[in-house]
């Protein structure tokens, strides 16, 4: 089969006229890489994913039941638009995902992620109790009934060769945010966030995102030793909690105006 489509090409340069050949050319290996590549890798996502049980061990465990992500399954997100701003049937799956992957010629490799068609990405992510067990079989339920209903505009993900950080940059908002604490007798019901300059009475959905840009990176803890390190520079939000239950009862809701997070650093590290 090789020596047949060794033979094929041969066939085929020689049906060349003898002026085009002279136009053909080796090509070394700059040139090479500059087309090589050029258009990327795109990837069109559909998925849903269900997990029974996490597990993470240490003397004790922590173990998060019934995960799902996916889709909502809806088409009402902020429903004060009065439209559905995902453009999208009602689907259980995260869907209407592009992925366009690159490398830049500094070696820097970027993801962006796109909706497929004009509109938010939709996602949701679901869990059971969230239980620690001790090694006796002692066992309290930290949290439960946990759901989040968001939008994704984009995303970008970028790893910068020269300094050997992770960025994400994404603009997202949540339409609802539910879940129990049980030990505690506490509970949040209907958390919504969305960008600081977002009007309930005058609705725009570009003004709809919170965006936040960080980094991701190898550093130094405390100690001395290495850790994982995740810096934000500065978010802002407005957030609205229909209710805040105690004992199964709402107390009342709560708004948060301009929400700031800045200047914020974690090292992350085993000890």
Known sequence: ?????????????????????????????????????????????????????????????????????????????????????????????????????????????????????FGAVDFTIATGAWNLVGQGGESTTVMDNFRMDALIGSGTIRIDTATDRLNLLTDFAIDDLDFDVPFLAFGIRDLELTGAEYDLSAPQPLRLFASVDMDIFKDTSAAGGEALAVEMDSFTADMRIGGVLIGGTSIGSVALDNLAITNTAMRIYGH
């Open 1 to 117: 089969m090789k020596g047949l489509k060794l033979s094929l090409l041969a066939l085929g340069v020689a049906g060349v006229p003898a002026a085009a050949q002279a136009e053909i050319r080796s090509l070394d290996e700059t040139a090479m890489g500059n087309i090589t590549g050029q258009a990327g890798v795109t990837i069109e996502l559909e998925t849903k994913l269900n997990i029974d049980r996490f597990i993470y061990t240490d003397e004790g465990s922590l173990e998060v039941n019934d995960i799902f992500v996916g889709g909502g399954n809806r088409t009402d997100y902020f429903s004060e638009m009065g439209t559905n701003i995902t453009s999208q049937p009602a689907s259980d799956k995260l869907d209407n995902i592009r992925i366009n992957i690159d490398i830049a010629n500094d070696g820097d490799a970027i993801i962006n992620i796109l909706p497929m068609s």
